[in-house]
């Protein structure tokens, strides 16, 4: 199993411009989120998935957008990216809460700069 | 408004020595307290977590004690190590709600003398 794979590794991008940060799993978990890292947060929830079709806001949700046709892709879209976007992004899923699979499982990240 | 404070915000600790981690949450409703490990330039990993349901959960050289009542938990690294050097965040989740939204602590750079 590869587990959680994000790509790309690095990325910058200038104000204004949009892309997409690409997560996938191999280890059919219902439950896929995305957290943003910055420097004395911690991790904070962008948005998250408890299956395909199905997505919802974390604490912060603004700028970005995501969706989950698959169960094993859960891609993040920068409308416009903005300078306060620059951050590293994560990538974690876990399984079905009903089985007590509570563990969440990191990808490596995405350093993202906005110029 | 942040939920879950943890301190300090850096430790440093002789080899051998106890490290010792503090989290406060403030949600009731939270019913799943884990601790992560992050490497730099890595993705944080599940290193222990507990239930409100006991008080102390030990695996190997790492402990989580929780206080129910003064809704706080922490995380003991006994005889730590240069490799244990990294950086540790609490977090809590509501799992019982149906989601597994973690909220995490701010986190806590942990440097291990030899």
């Known amino acids: 199993n590869a587990g959680v794979t994000q790509t790309p590794k690095f990325q910058v991008l200038k104000t204004g411009q949009s892309m997409t940060l690409q997560c996938a799993q191999d280890?059919?978990?219902?439950?896929m989120s995305w957290y943003r890292q910055d420097p004395g947060m911690g991790l904070r929830l962008i948005h998250y998935?408890?299956?395909?079709?199905?997505?919802d806001q974390g604490e912060v949700p603004n700028g970005y957008n995501v969706s989950r046709s698959t169960t094993e892709d859960f891609p993040l879209r920068l409308l416009s990216a903005a300078p306060s976007q620059t951050s590293v992004y994560f990538c974690?899923?876990?399984?079905?809460?009903?089985?007590?699979?509570?563990?969440?499982?990191f990808g490596p990240g995405t350093r993202l700069t906005v110029t | 408004q942040q939920q879950v404070k943890q301190s300090p915000q850096s430790l440093i600790v002789q080899k051998g020595g106890i490290s010792i981690i503090n989290c406060a949450y403030e949600?009731?409703?939270?019913?799943?307290f884990p601790w992560y490990q992050q490497f730099p330039g890595k993705g944080p990993a599940l290193l222990i977590a507990?239930?409100?349901?006991?008080s102390e959960k030990k695996e190997g050289r790492f402990t989580i004690s929780f206080n129910k009542s003064a809704k706080q938990f922490s995380l003991h690294i006994m005889d730590s190590q240069p490799g244990d050097s990294a950086t540790y965040f609490c977090?809590?989740?509501?799992?019982?709600?149906?989601?597994?939204?973690?909220?995490f602590g701010s986190g806590t750079l942990l440097a291990v003398q030899p």
């Open positions: 974690a899923s876990s399984g079905r809460l009903a089985a007590m699979s509570y563990e969440q499982y």
């Open positions: 280890m059919n978990h219902e439950y």
């Open positions: 998935s408890v299956g395909a079709g199905i997505t």
């Open positions: 949600n009731t409703a939270f019913d799943y």
């Open positions: 507990i239930r409100p349901d006991v």
């Open positions: 977090a809590a989740s509501w799992v019982g709600g149906a989601t597994n939204k973690l909220i």
